[in-house]
C-alpha cells in the first residue's frame, strides 16, 4: 500500500462541466477512505473549476455533494440561449446569474479568512485574473489584502472563461489565463514555503479535467474563422499549461510525493458541454480507480477504450 503522507494537499485543474470528473474520483476516493477530503487535505488549490471543487472541500462538502451540485448546476449554468446561439456576435455566451446563484447557495457569506481560522485551518489557493493591473492574483484565505474577499467572489472571478461569461467587477476573469490553468505549482510551493511543510511528509494530489484527443490537418487552418481558432487556443492553452505545471513541480520538488491523475477523452467535450455529463461520470469512474490502484501501488487499469491511458 503507499498511504499519503502526513500532510496532504489538493490542487484541481479548470475545465468547466469537466471538473465533474474530478469530483466523481474524489467521490470514489472518499468512498474508500471512509471519510471527506477536508478532514485530512489542510491545502487546496484550484483554478476556475477546479476552484469550485477546492473551495468546497475547504468549507467541508463531500465530492458526492459537489458532484450532485455539478448535475444541478450545469444546465442552469450552460443554458442554450439566443445570445449563444449568435455568438460571436454577443460579448459573452452565458449570463452570470445562474453561477452566482448556485455560489452562494453553496457558500452563502463565507469570506477567504474563514478558512484560516477555522479549526482545524485550511489553506484554499483560489486563482484569478486581473485586468486592471494585469497579473494573476492567488486569492488566500491569510493573505490580509483578501481575507474579507467573499469566497463568492473569488471563485466567480476564476470561473469567468472569457469569452463565456461577462467579466466580473469589470477586472476578474479566468485565472487559468497565463499558467495556472493546472494549479499543481501553485499548491506545491505553498506547501513547502508558506506553510513550511516538509516535502517527505507531503503528498500532493493534482487532478486534471480530461485530455481532449488532438487532430490537425495543416491543410486546412489557413481557412479557420475566428471562432475556429477559440476553441482550438483554450485547448492547446490548457494543455500546455497542463504539461508546463507538472514538469514545474516534477523538477523543484522532487522529495514530494505528487501524484498527478489524468484521463484521456475518447471524444472532444467542451467545457460548457452538459450533454455529455453522464460520459464525465464515466470518466470520473476511471480516474477513481486510476487513485485507488495508485493508492495499493498496483499497475493501473487500462481502459479498453482508451489504449493509451496513463498517469502523467
Request: aromatic share 12%; charged share 20%.
Amino acid at each position: 500500500m503507499k498511504p499519503f503522507r502526513k500532510n496532504l494537499a489538493v490542487a484541481i485543474d479548470g475545465g468547466g462541466i469537466r471538473g465533474l470528473i474530478v469530483t466523481r474520483a474524489l467521490a470514489i476516493l472518499e468512498t474508500h477512505l471512509g471519510l471527506p477530503l477536508h478532514d485530512i487535505a489542510r491545502l487546496t488549490a484550484g483554478t476556475s473549476t477546479g476552484s469550485i471543487i477546492a473551495a468546497g472541500i475547504g468549507a467541508g462538502l463531500t465530492a458526492s455533494e459537489l458532484e450532485a451540485l455539478y448535475f444541478t448546476l450545469g444546465p442552469k449554468v450552460f443554458p442554450t440561449t439566443l445570445r449563444k446561439l449568435v455568438f460571436p456576435l454577443t460579448r459573452y455566451q452565458y449570463p452570470p446569474d445562474p453561477l452566482n446563484t448556485f455560489l452562494k447557495a453553496s457558500f452563502g457569506e463565507m469570506k477567504m479568512g474563514d478558512y484560516w481560522i477555522a479549526k482545524p485551518p485550511t489553506d484554499v489557493v483560489i486563482t484569478l485574473y486581473d485586468l486592471a493591473e494585469n497579473r494573476n492574483l492567488f486569492v488566500k484565505p491569510w493573505k490580509d489584502e483578501y481575507s474579507d474577499w467573499p469566497v463568492v467572489l473569488a471563485v466567480q472571478g476564476s470561473c469567468t472563461v472569457p469569452t463565456y461569461f461577462p467579466v466580473v467587477e469589470g477586472r476578474y476573469i479566468d485565472g487559468g489565463v497565463g499558467s495556472y490553468a493546472n494549479p499543481s505549482y501553485l499548491a506545491a510551493y505553498e506547501a513547502r514555503y508558506i506553510l513550511n511543510w516538509d516535502p517527505d511528509e507531503t503528498t500532493l494530489l493534482s487532478f486534471g479535467t480530461g485530455r481532449e484527443p488532438y487532430k490537425f490537418d495543416a491543410h486546412k487552418a489557413s481557412s479557420f474563422w475566428p471562432w475556429d481558432w477559440l476553441s482550438r487556443m483554450f485547448g492547446v492553452f490548457l494543455h500546455s499549461a497542463e504539461d508546463q505545471q507538472v514538469g514545474l513541480v516534477e523538477t523543484f520538488f522532487k522529495k514530494l510525493d505528487f501524484r498527478r491523475f489524468q484521463v484521456n477523452l475518447g471524444e472532444p467535450i467542451g467545457m460548457d458541454e452538459v450533454g455529455f455529463m453522464d460520459r464525465l461520470v464515466d470518466y470520473g469512474d476511471i480516474m477513481g480507480q486510476m487513485v485507488l490502484d495508485d493508492l495499493f501501488d498496483q499497475s493501473l487499469t487500462v481502459n479498453p477504450e482508451q489504449p493509451d491511458q496513463k498517469k502523467v
